[in-house]
């Protein structure tokens, strides 16, 4: 299979995906509200969308992806009032740490990052047009969407105006003509961040700044727009209502994608429930790649259940797979960063829990690899991890991650082994000598002693080798 594949919100179909023009691919992705760090189920669409530009990249000549920062918003004025702070204090403080997070968790950068605040003049312009074209009204210091100019309302949740009304949060104000009229510009009181416009000193609404963003670096009709679901309603409607009626009917985005939400204890991972972990935390806990592989192993259409037994079975699986690159040390090969079994299965509407599948099924055979083919075989192994932006590290590093005075580059995990690997490997000699000696009880107390500093050790063919077991990942 050649052909790109994906499911399409709009439609509720799987489709084939033909850009408008190929050498122009044009993907955006709703941004983070930099108030706070990001949680791990806010990583899961710039983690997966982000593998899809990848593919894209692969696929087409020319793509443009922009992924946005939401920069001022309530949530952002709240805790910039709460902290005595102008809002840019909180958002770039939260910006850096979200490119902080999305570096670590191996998340190419998009190649525009617009900020919505850089957009203030675009926003305006975008209201006066709705407003000229009879799509908005300006009412006390506000501009306002009027839902019933666009009759397609509703298109991609599949909704009626008074379903969505009656399943959301509709504010009733009595400057709007209809309770669905939703914001595109508000008053600022003094205390609060504004900017000078036909309407006095006011801030944008939400959904317009991404209309705004997505127009100015993406064009006005876009290949992919993408998201979580949550967003569909009210945020991706309205974004679309507006685009349409600023581009006088064009169509705003072509293919609709959105991801399933990440769930911890089955309930929706969100600021506001508080049942959030957050990303640079589990960072500090976990080693970048297990993270993302947690993150691919649910198709990003499905809910996806964060436990701490699906993180000890994902320790298990990456330790095989860096086990099989090991028991390939002795053979050089360059690591494609590619893999067309991969690839073949991406295409099929990102189907990630299928390509860690073709991964484990590359390692497996590699372990099987007859002497002249070990060298392909660990290609193909690089390659295959490569292209999901797994095993990107030196095996000897993996697996001696988490000691308290790791490789360069890597941080110890809380619980660290307190032991330096010298002294596990004299350790190891003294075991072997036992057991050479039939001193069986002496080589289990070693052992024993080693496992109580988290140090796993395991005999093989190559000789006996040993790992850190990290305490936060150890099976339930
Ligand atoms: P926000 O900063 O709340 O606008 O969220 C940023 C991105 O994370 C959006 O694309 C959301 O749809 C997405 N998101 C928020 N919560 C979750 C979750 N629990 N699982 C997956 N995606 C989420
Ligand atoms: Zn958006």
């Not at 930099?34 to 710039?46: E, F, S």
């Not at 991890?385 to 590290?393: E, H, M, P, S, Y």
Request: charged share 25%.
């Amino acid at each position: 299979m050649t052909t790109l594949r994906l499911h399409n919100s709009l439609t509720r179909r799987i489709e084939d995906f033909v850009p408008e023009d190929p050498r122009r691919v044009t993907l955006y992705v709703c941004g983070p509200t930099v108030y706070n760090y990001v949680h791990i189920g806010n990583a899961r669409p710039y983690v997966v969308f982000g593998l899809l530009a990848r593919l894209l990249r692969r696929l087409y000549p020319g793509v443009v992806y922009a992924r946005n920062i939401t920069d001022v918003d309530d949530k952002i004025n709240a805790a910039a009032l709460a902290a005595g702070v102008p809002i840019d204090r909180i958002t770039d403080r939260f910006a850096a740490a979200f490119f902080d997070d999305m570096a670590a968790l191996g998340v190419d950068p998009p190649d525009v990052t617009p900020h919505a605040t850089q957009h203030i003049r675009q926003i305006i312009a975008m209201c006066e047009r709705l407003i000229a074209t009879g799509h908005a009204y300006a009412a006390e210091g506000h501009v306002l969407f009027d839902v019933a100019s666009y009759p397609n309302y509703g298109e991609l949740s599949g909704r009626s105006v008074d379903e969505m009304i009656a399943g959301s949060r509709v504010e009733v104000a009595p400057y709007k003509k209809n309770p669905a009229d939703f914001v595109l510009w508000k008053p600022s009181t003094p205390e609060l961040p504004g900017w000078d416009s036909p309407w006095g000193r006011g801030r944008p609404g939400w959904h317009i700044e991404c209309s705004a963003m997505a127009e100015t670096h993406l064009g006005e009709t876009i290949d992919i727009h993408a998201g979580g679901n949550d967003l569909m309603f009210p945020h991706h409607e309205n974004e679309i209502a507006q685009s349409t009626c600023a581009h006088g009917g064009r169509m705003f985005a072509r293919y609709w994608l959105h991801n399933g939400m990440l769930t911890f204890n089955g309930k929706k991972m969100s600021k506001s429930i508080g049942n959030v972990m957050l990303l640079h935390e589990l960072l500090q806990k976990h080693p970048p790649e297990l993270l993302r592989y947690l993150l691919l192993k649910a198709h990003y259409r499905q809910p996806l259940d964060w436990s701490d037994t699906t993180i000890a079975q994902a320790r298990a699986t990456l330790d095989g797979w860096y086990g099989a690159l090991r028991d390939l040390g002795d053979v050089d090969a360059v690591g494609s960063e590619t893999s067309p079994e991969v690839d073949a299965v991406l295409l099929d509407d990102l189907n990630t829990p299928e390509a860690l599948a073709v991964v484990a099924r590359i390692a497996s055979a590699s372990r099987q690899a007859a002497p002249g083919d070990r060298k392909a075989a660990k290609a193909a192994l690089l390659g295959a991890g490569a292209a999901l932006g797994l095993l990107k590290v030196d095996p000897e590093t993996w697996f001696k991650q988490g000691l308290s005075r790791p490789a360069e580059g890597t941080t110890p995990a809380p619980g660290a082994a307190a032991i330096k690997p010298d002294e596990i490997d004299a350790l190891i000699e003294q075991r072997n000598a036992a057991r050479k000696s039939r001193n069986f009880a002496e080589a289990d107390r070693i052992r024993d002693e080693l496992a109580a500093k988290n140090i796993a050790i395991e005999d093989s063919a190559q000789g006996t080798r040993w790992k850190v077991v990290n305490p936060n990942e150890r099976a339930a």
